[in-house]
């Protein structure tokens, strides 16, 4: 299956600042996707990088806040912009693996390790 | 709009038997998983659904019946490495992923 690095695995920033997570994947892949895990919550789908068109966003997340790059199939970074206490969050980064779903005939998502941010 | 039900958290002992349940209510229907996630770390695949019936994959096994919106996931022979937390995700008509809260499972000796 596919393996993902993902960095930083945490940070504690500072009020207003940014922050760019970055993800990268050992196989070439047409989408990855951009994940959000508040503590006790259910993941959500920040949005769906392509490499050579813009991301799609999920309803409530914009493009301002969370842009992204895809700069080639490998991989991707996602900036959390102008922070606040409530973007604090696990944020992780996925991609479809044909490879380990395909006994089941399911498009199984592998995900990195995440990124843990804490907002001051 | 669409919703997944699964219980906040689960304690069972050590070499036990623990049924992990997942109601659903999606628009359509093409698919149902159930990922582990440990602490601190990322969630792995563990099952998928997608006919209605058992699924068995050593000591775990998972269980879907689409006219009733339910699943659930059945952990034999628990070990502590077992503890953590089980999320269940639905594929609606459109291919998107819902997904539940997940249940912490703990185990205890």
């Known amino acids: 299956s596919a393996v993902i690095s993902q960095k930083p695995s945490r940070d504690i920033c500072q009020r207003g600042t940014s922050l760019t997570i970055q993800c990268q994947v050992d196989s070439q892949v047409t989408m990855m996707f951009w994940y959000r895990q508040q503590p006790g919550q259910s993941l959500t789908l920040i949005a769906t990088?392509?490499?050579?068109?813009?991301?799609?966003?999920e309803s409530g997340f914009v493009i301002d806040k969370f842009p992204i790059s895809r700069p080639n199939l490998t991989f991707s970074t996602l900036t959390v912009s102008n922070m606040s206490p409530e973007d604090s969050s696990i944020y992780l980064c996925?991609?479809?693996?044909?490879?380990?779903?395909?006994?089941?005939?399911?498009?199984?998502?592998?995900f990195g390790a995440g990124s843990r941010l804490t907002v001051l | 709009g669409q919703n997944i039900d699964q219980p906040t958290e689960m304690t069972a002992t050590e070499g036990a038997i623990v049924q992990i349940n997942c109601t659903y209510q999606t628009s359509g229907f093409n698919g149902l998983f159930w990922y582990q996630q440990h602490a601190g770390e990322a969630p792995t695949f563990l099952s998928y659904n997608v006919l209605d019936g058992l699924e068995e994959k050593g000591r775990f096994s998972s269980f879907l019946s689409r006219s009733k919106g339910y699943s659930y996931l059945l952990l034999k022979e628990l070990q502590m490495k077992d503890s953590a937390s089980y999320l269940c995700a639905v594929r609606d008509r459109n291919y998107q992923l819902i997904w539940g809260a997940g249940t912490k499972l703990i185990i205890k000796p």
């Open positions: 996925s991609v479809e693996d044909g490879e380990s779903g395909s006994s089941s005939g399911a498009n199984v998502l592998t």
């Open positions: 990088a392509n490499q050579g068109s813009e991301a799609t966003y």
